[in-house]
């Protein structure tokens, strides 16, 4: 079946820093792809949408310039968390709707963020 | 997107039969109901998607009444590995895949 790898699935970085957490799409092509965060004992929130080519869209309340989106090839997107603070520490996690069955999705097994 | 309510929480025994059931009263015509489960640090996994009546996999079994207005996610003799989050989400098939989460279910299988 489809899969959806992410990278890394846990990081640890210094306050002030940038992270990159990549998704890539394994045996599909993915022109859509979509970032969610998830605080502890919370449910998703969705992010952003990731599109192939062209600038993402963001979702009300995310500051675009804070989590830069890149979606430069049909199985790669990826999530740059620039200038992370503790408060940003979360799971991200991405998906792929697959093609022909949009609300069927595919996700990465999360990335865990820890800012110190 | 169809809004959805589901109870925040559920225990059972292993062994036990499981109905999850979601209200979603707003449910549009072309809408799909789709449940996910979620371990704890993982992403969310697919189990069914129906429309109506009844859909079987080997997984679960998902009930959706003549109205729509609610769905009851079964789960047979869970086990221990069962224990996850579970969520209802509403929405057309053919949409974009933005997919919006409500605050699921989670449950607990009990030795």
């Known amino acids: 079946g489809a899969v959806v790898s992410q990278h890394p699935s846990w990081v640890i970085c210094k306050s002030g820093t940038s992270v990159k957490i990549e998704c890539r799409s394994l045996?599909?092509?993915?022109?859509?792809m979509f970032w969610y965060r998830q605080f502890p004992k919370q449910s998703l929130m969705l992010m952003a949408t990731s599109n192939e080519g062209s600038k993402a869209t963001y979702e009300q309340g995310v500051e675009k310039d804070k989590f830069l989106i890149n979606h430069a090839s049909l199985t790669l997107s990826t999530l740059t968390v620039t200038s992370a603070h503790p408060e940003d520490s979360s799971f991200y996690i991405c998906?792929?709707?697959?093609?022909?069955?949009?609300?069927?999705?595919?996700f990465g097994q999360g990335t865990r963020l820890t800012v110190v | 997107l169809a809004k959805t309510t589901q109870p925040i929480s559920m225990d059972s025994y292993e062994g036990q039969e499981v109905n999850i059931t979601c209200s979603h009263n707003?449910?549009?015509?072309?809408?799909?109901i789709t449940w996910y489960q979620q371990f704890p640090s993982q992403g969310p996994r697919f189990i069914i998607q129906?429309?109506?009546t009844k859909v079987t996999n080997e997984v679960a079994s998902l009930f959706i009444p003549a109205d729509r207005k609610s769905s009851t996610l079964s789960l047979p003799r869970v086990s221990l590995s069962d224990t996850a989050v579970y969520y209802c989400?509403?929405?057309?098939?053919?949409?974009?895949?933005?997919?919006?989460f409500g605050q699921g279910t989670t449950l607990q299988v009990k030795p």
């Open positions: 045996d599909f092509q993915a022109t859509t």
């Open positions: 989400l509403v929405g057309p098939s053919g949409n974009t895949g933005k997919l919006i």
């Open positions: 707003n449910i549009a015509t072309n809408d799909y």
């Open positions: 129906g429309y109506k």
């Open positions: 998906s792929a709707p697959t093609v022909g069955r949009m609300t069927e999705a595919f």
